[in-house]
């Protein structure tokens, strides 16, 4: 069965740091894309991050730039999201999830893993 399986949220201060990870099983880790998603309440999932597994590109959503950091661990089928300096903005509910490709759109993506919860106290 494909899996992802995203954790490593929790509740930090504005101005910390917090690393989410995100393992992946049931599928050719190396043939995806693997995109980092996030929902606050009353909001429209928006793409964070991305990495293309194959050649380690990387994207990220402009208000995010300079303060995360994604990264791949080919040998475990598992993807970082480093987050420093964050924001209560941003505080939400992080996704990850497998795509062919790197792309912003949700609808893009195969599979997706359960949520992990990021709460940014001011």
């Known amino acids: 069965d494909v899996q992802l399986q995203a954790s490593g949220g929790g509740l930090v201060q504005a101005g910390g740091s917090l690393r989410l990870s995100c393992a992946a099983s049931?599928?050719?880790?190396?043939?995806?894309?693997i995109g980092w998603f996030r929902q606050a309440p009353g909001a429209e999932r928006e793409g964070v991050s991305c990495?293309?597994?194959?050649?380690?590109?990387?994207y990220y959503l402009d208000s995010v730039k300079g303060r995360f950091t994604i990264s791949s661990d080919n040998a475990e089928d598992t993807v970082y999201l480093q987050m420093n300096s964050l924001k209560p903005e941003d505080t939400a509910v992080y996704y990850c999830?497998?795509?062919?490709?790197?792309?912003?759109?949700?609808?893009?993506?195969?599979?997706w893993g359960q949520g992990t919860l990021v709460t940014v106290s001011s």
């Open positions: 999830a497998a795509s062919s490709i790197c792309d912003y759109v949700p609808k893009e993506y195969d599979y």
């Open positions: 990495i293309s597994v194959s050649d380690g590109r990387t």
């Open positions: 049931g599928f050719t880790f190396a043939d995806y894309a």
